[in-house]
C-alpha cells in the first residue's frame, strides 16, 4: 500500500517486529523500528523522500563514503506523553545543523521541507515504537552519506538521506567517569570538529578504549595545540560547576554547537543560576577541584541528556566530585526532559507536536 | 567455479566487461575490474579471504560505517612490463600502514598472510585488467569498513576489508597549481591525519572546492595552529627546492608517511641530490619565489606519482614557478616509474612479483 501525504510517500511494511521488543529493557540505538525515511539524491536534486519498510542498504564497493568518509549525521528524540500524544524536542535545530554539516563535508544541502516532513511522516508511522517508559524515548537518527562512486578524493554525485529510529533506554548507565586527554585529540582548528561528521567519532574510538581500559567511561577532549582548555566530550558537550556559576565553553569550529547545551544554558538563565559562556582551562578546574569549589561537572546532549560526572583523571590523578543532594544536572535534567515529556508548560517553545 | 590458493578462495565471474573498456582512454579509478577480494571480521576474528565476482555491498542501515566513519584504506598500483609480466611496488608498506591506520581507527588489524595473499591471488585473476599503455596501471584499492550496527558512538564488532582494483591513467592531467591554505586544515595535533583514515578526506573537499572555485587544482595543508607550516596536499606529499637542495616535512601524527615520498627520498639521496627533511614555513617558500631560489616544488603519492606544480597563490598573490629543462621531478619521476614497470634494475628491492 502506498499512500502520499505532501511531499512524502509512505510503503508500509507488511509485518511489525515490535512485539518481539521487551520496552522495559531497552539498550541504547541496537533495535530499529518497522520502516525507515528514504531519500537520494541524484541528477543533481534531492527526490521526493520516501517511508519504505526498515531494509539493508546496497551500495556499489566504490561508494565514496566507504573510502572517503562522507557522511554526516543528526540525533534526535521522540517522547510520549502521558495521552499518548508524541513529541520532538527542537527539529529545526538539528535540520539546521544537518545542513552546516552538510556544507562543510561538500554534501547537497537538503530542503527543509524533506526533512520536516519526512521526518513527521516516519513518526506518525512509528507512533506505537515511541515508548512511554520512563527514560525511554525513541532515538532518531536522520543521516546522510555518499552513495556515488569513484576512487578519485572527490565529492560524490550521488547521496542518500536516512532517517532510521531506535526505541533506546538512557546511553549511559549511572554516573561518568572521566578523562581529560593529554595526547589524543578530537578536532583541528580550521577542521570538522563542528560539524556531525561521522569521521569525527571514529577517531575518537582508540583514545577512548585507552581510557576505558584504565577504568574511565569517556574522554574530556581538550584543544589540540595546549591541551590547556577543556573542550567537549565527544558525544556530550561539558559543563562545570564552580561554586555557584555554571560555565561551558563557547562553540568554535572544534566543538559541536550541541541544541541540549544551548537549552540547558537558556534554561538555567530562566532558573536564576550564573552562567558563563567562555574558556576552560584544566588547571582551574583540577584547582577547583583541589580547593573544594568544584561541585559539579556533567555533560549534556540529545543521547546523553544531562550526564552527571562522578569525577575525573588527570595526569595520572583522580578527581571525586561531591554527592550534591541539589545538583544543576538533577534540576536541569528534570526540568528538560518535562518539557520534553509534556509534563510541563512550553514557555520556551521548544516542543514540537508529531502530528 | 571455486579454487583454493593457500588461504584464499576464488569464485569467478561467469563473464568479463573487459572487452567494454577503453584501455586508451582511462580516468582515475571509474571502472572496475571483474573480482573483487572480500575478508569478513566476525565473532572477534578475520574469515579466509575469497575472491567473488566485483559485487554491490549490503549494509544495514545502522552499520557504523555510515554514521562514525570507521573506515581506512589504501592506495596501491599494478604495473605489467614489455613482457607481460606484473608488478606491485613495496605492497609490505601498504600492509604495515594499513595496519597502523586500523589501530588508530580502532579497527581490528589485519593478518599479513590474508593481505598478501588475498592482494596477490586477486591480482592473478585480473592480471588482463593490468594496462600496458604508457602511463596507465590498475589502481588497487584495499579498504576495511565497519558493517558492525549500532547507533552508539563506539567500535563496531564486524568490519570487512575488501579489495577493488580499477584501470586507470593519470590522476591529475597536466601540471598542478596549488592554494596555500590559511584557514581550514586537515588534521589536528593528537589526531588521526598520520591514518588512511576516511574522514580525513571528506573534510578536505569544502575547502578544496573553494580553491578550485579560484582557480587552484589542490590546497597545500599547513598546520592547524599557525598556517606557517607546510604539510601535505591531501592526496600527496609535498617536496620543494630551493637552489638544489630537495625538502619536505617530517612525518607526524598530522602528516601521512607516504610510500611514494619515502622512495623518492631514497632515490634523491642515491642520485646524490641534497635532501632534507624538515619544518618548511610558508614565508621561506614565498621569499625563495620571490628571490629565484625557488626551483620546483612536487606533490609525490601513489595516485599522482610525482606531480609537478605550477605555481601557487598564498595571500591573494599567485606565485609562478619556473619551467626546468632538468626538473628533479622529471629526473624522480621517470626513475620510480621504470623501477615500478620493470624497465630498470630495483636497487632498492621495491618490486614484487604478481605470482
Redesign the interface.
Known amino acids: 500500500m502506498e499512500t502520499m501525504t505532501k511531499n512524502v510517500s509512505v510503503e508500509k511494511s507488511k509485518t511489525s517486529k515490535i512485539s518481539e521488543v521487551d520496552f522495559n529493557n531497552l539498550s ?3 533495535v ?1 523500528t518497522d520502516h ?1 525515511l528514504v531519500c537520494d539524491f541524484v541528477n543533481g536534486a534531492w527526490q521526493t523522500p520516501k517511508v519504505v519498510p ?10 565514496k ?7 554526516i ?1 543528526e ?1 534526535m528524540k521522540a517522547y510520549k506523553d502521558e495521552n499518548g500524544d508524541a513529541w520532538l524536542f527542537r527539529p529545526l535545530e538539528n535540520f539546521k545543523r544537518l545542513n552546516k554539516s552538510a ?4 554534501i547537497p544541502e537538503l530542503p527543509e521541507a524533506y526533512f520536516m516532513e519526512g521526518l513527521t511522516t516516519l513518526l506518525q508511522v512509528e507512533k506505537d515504537w515511541i515508548p512511554q517508559n520512563p527514560g525511554s524515548s525513541l ?1 532518531v ?1 536522520p ?1 546522510i ?2 552513495s556515488g ?7 560524490a554525485d550521488e547521496y542518500k538521506f ?1 532517517i ?1 529510529c ?1 526505541p ?1 533506554g538512557a ?1 549511559f548507565s549511572g554516573k561518568v567517569k572521566v578523562l581529560i ?1 593529554e ?10 570538529g563542528y560539524a556531525k ?10 583514545p ?2 585507552l581510557a576505558i581500559e584504565k577504568g574511565y567511561n569517556q574522554v574530556i577532549w581538550t584543544d ?2 595546549t ?1 590547556e582548555y577543556i573542550e567537549e566530550a ?2 556530550m558537550n561539558i559543563f562545570v560547576r564552580i561554586n555557584d556559576t555554571l560555565i561551558t565553553g563557547p562553540t568554535s569550529d572544534r566543538i559541536l554547537d550541541g541544541i541540549t547545551r544551548k537549552s540547558i544554558l537558556e534554561i538555567a538563565e530562566d532558573q536564576g543560576i550564573a552562567t558563563e559562556v567562555r574558556k576552560i582551562t584544566v588547571s582551574e578546574v583540577v584547582e577547583a577541584a583541589k580547593n573544594g569549589s568544584l561541585k559539579e561537572m556533567f555533560g549534556a546532549g540529545t543521547a546523553a541528556v544531562v550526564s552527571p560526572i562522578a569525577g575525573f583523571g588527570y595526569q595520572g590523578t583522580d578527581y571525586e566530585l561531591p554527592e550534591l543532594d541539589n545538583s544543576y544536572a538533577t534540576q536541569l535534567k528534570t526540568y528538560i526532559t518535562d518539557i520534553q515529556y509534556n509534563r510541563t508548560e512550553d514557555k520556551f517553545g521548544w516542543r514540537y507536536p508529531v502530528e
Open positions: 541504547f540505538g541496537s530499529y525507515m526498515y531494509q539493508p542498504i546496497t551500495l556499489e564497493p566504490s561508494a563514503i566507504f573510502h572517503y568518509g562522507q557522511s549525521f540525533g556544507k562543510r563535508l561538500a532515538y537518527r543521516f552519506l555518499a562512486t569513484g576512487f578519485h578524493a572527490s565529492p536516512i532510521a531506535a533506546s546511553y586527554e595526547n589524543y585529540s578530537r578536532a583541528a582548528n580550521g577542521g570538522v561528521a561521522g569521521g569525527n567519532y571514529a577517531g575518537q574510538f582508540y577512548t578504549q589540540d595545540n591541551h565527544g558525544a
